[in-house]
Nanobody, 119 residues
């Protein structure tokens, strides 16, 4: 069983930055993804990274502003978020087991971390 724990969320002004972390309970063998869910909205894809960090993909809404990375030695995946906008406000989740944009392809999920961007 893989356990994922997100951290790094918080309140930030528009234009600011945050870095989210996702620590895993074991060795980081899997492709990983970040998703987000705003109130009343479906959970949506944000970014994904391959198992060896060779490939990354982003939602169009965050491309050029967010960067996903991983440190396999620390069993941790990161999401660097720059130039944040109020519409980025959501609970952010990391997920393990796929490099898909489809949330149903992921076997493991963290509990989420709240990101709030004020205007």
């Amino acid at each position: 069983q893989v356990q994922l724990v997100e951290s790094g969320g918080g309140l930030v002004q528009a234009g600011g930055s945050l870095r989210l972390s996702c620590a895993t309970s074991g060795r980081l063998w899997y492709a990983m993804g970040w998703f987000r869910q705003a109130p009343g909205q479906e959970r949506e894809f944000v970014a994904t990274i391959g198992a060896t960090a060779g490939s990354t993909y982003y939602a169009d809404s965050v491309k050029g502003r967010f960067t996903i990375s991983r440190d396999n030695a620390k069993n941790t995946v990161y999401l660097q978020m720059n130039s944040l906008k109020p519409e980025d406000t959501a609970v952010y989740y990391c997920a393990a087991g796929s490099s898909s944009r489809d949330r149903t392809d992921y076997a493991y999920w963290g509990q989420g971390t709240q990101v709030t961007v004020s205007s």
